[in-house]
């Protein structure tokens, strides 16, 4: 039984942010963002990857200032609307004291949302990768309860260095990455259509944004959410987000034409 989570009204949906302390503009443009939903959405989901690294949620007792900021904009989105938050690769130590700290709450790895336009397969994305052995032996040890116990008592301080040196290796490895193998894996996808009778399937991770058939389950389709990028180059700022209202889900980035589906009963 897949974790199902029934929401009403216009949805808004957002991943890949990578919020930190290098990337001032994209803080700005998610604080701006997050002004915009709170006058057009019911519901916000920030599906992962929403810090660039998560070290641990007592950083929130003494917060950089660009945290505190983005905390702040969560915790008064939260006290209108229904926040959500799920777990990335880069922010999987996020934990129920942030959540709770932001008036958010923490979703499972994958959830079932049954929305107006119907159900819709969420997860981050990171899973599905499963050609990237390397990531996903990285990925099954770091969520080991124990290691992250360990991780998490050391002083933040430490925490930070090893965050920095596991972005460096993360950094040094996609060198030597084909584009196919940091992609999902097709049978991965496949799979998940076959556990879960749904409309649509969205997912970020990949920083792939697009709209994908998946052969054989039409007229499902995969959608992927853009990742945020507006501090290294202006021309190139990359962002965007899902939205879902009435029957309709559309990928909106910035810059671009929206791209949307009419989701239907009909479809499962
Ligand atoms: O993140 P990105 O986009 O660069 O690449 C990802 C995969 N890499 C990762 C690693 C993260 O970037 C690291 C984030 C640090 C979070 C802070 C907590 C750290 C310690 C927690 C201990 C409980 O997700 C990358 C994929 C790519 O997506 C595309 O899908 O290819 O995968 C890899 O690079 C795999 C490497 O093997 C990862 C190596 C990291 C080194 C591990 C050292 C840390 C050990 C800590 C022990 C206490
Ligand atoms: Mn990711």
Redesign the pocket.
């Known amino acids: 039984m897949s974790n199902k989570l029934t929401l009403a009204g216009t949805i808004w949906i957002a991943a890949d942010l990578h919020l930190g302390p290098d990337n001032p503009d994209t803080v700005q443009d998610f604080l701006q963002f997050l002004h915009s939903a709170q006058h057009q959405a019911h519901v916000l989901i920030l599906g992962g ?1 929403i810090f ?4 641990g949620d007592d950083q929130i007792a003494h917060p950089a200032p660009w945290l505190a900021q983005v905390s702040e904009a969560l915790r008064s989105f939260a006290q209108q609307h229904p926040l959500y938050l799920m777990r ?6 996020l934990g129920k004291a942030y959540a709770q700290h932001v008036h958010a709450t923490l979703l499972p790895d994958q959830v079932v949302l049954d929305t107006s336009a119907g159900l819709i397969l969420m997860s981050h994305g ?1 899973e599905y ?1 499963l050609d ?1 052995l ?2 996903q ?3 099954y ?4 309860p124990w ?2 116990k ?3 008592a ?1 002083p933040l301080s430490l ?1 930070q260095r ?2 920095d ?10 060198q030597y ?1 084909s584009k196919e ?3 999902v894996q097709p049978a991965a996808i496949v799979a998940a259509c076959e556990a879960h009778s749904v409309h649509a399937m969205v997912h970020g ?3 792939r944004p697009a709209v994908h058939d998946i052969p054989g389950f039409e007229p499902v389709r995969r959608w992927v959410l853009p990742d945020w990028e507006s501090d290294f180059s202006k021309e190139e700022r990359r962002g965007g987000y899902i939205s879902i209202e009435g029957t309709q889900l559309c990928l909106h980035q910035w810059g671009k034409k929206d791209q949307c589906q009419t989701l239907g009963p009909q479809q499962v």
């Open positions: 990857d660039n690294a998560w070290i990335g690769n880069r922010d999987f130590l990171d990768c990237d390397a990531y032996r990285f990925r040890w770091v969520r080991k290691l992250q360990l991780y998490l050391c925490r090893i965050a040196s596991a972005r460096a290796g993360s950094q040094r490895g996609k990455k193998i940091m992609d991770h990949t920083h």
